[in-house]
Nanobody, 117 residues
Framework: QVQLVESGGGLVQAGESLTLSCVASGSIFGINSMEWHRQTPGKRRELVAAITPAGRTVYADSVKGRFTISGDNAKNTVYLQMNNLKPEDTAVYYC???????????WGPGTQVTVSA
């Protein structure tokens, strides 16, 4: 089992920045992707960014150039640096860990990000 705990959410104004953190614990050996997803009421959860242990990254088109995912293997922590936030970025952000396709195996409880206009 893997436990994931997010932190760093909050309320900001449009154009501001926020950094989310996700600490992983437990049986983390075998994780081949750490991911950030987000969800708003009535919509499907969507992938925001992902990173592999080798540092390969993937981003949703809507956040490219504004968000950066990074990891600190020594701290078992993944970060999501979010710059130039927009009201449409408002969502609950979830950290996820995947050991193999097609979808994540573990999820954190989520952290709310609210961007006011």
């Amino acid at each position: 089992q893997v436990q994931l705990v997010e932190s760093g959410g909050g309320l900001v104004q449009a154009g501001e920045s926020l950094t989310l953190s996700c600490v992983a614990s437990g049986s983390i050996f075998g994780i081949n992707s750490m991911e950030w997803h987000r969800q708003t009421p009535g919509k499907r959860r969507e992938l925001v960014a992902a990173i592999t242990p080798a540092g390969r990254t993937v981003y949703a088109d809507s956040v490219k150039g504004r968000f950066t995912i990074s990891g600190d293997n020594a701290k078992n922590t993944v970060y999501l640096q979010m710059n130039n936030l927009k009201p449409e970025d408002t969502a609950v952000y979830y950290c996820a860990a995947q050991t193999g396709p097609p979808s994540p195996d573990y999820w954190g409880p989520g952290t709310q990000v609210t961007v006011s206009a």
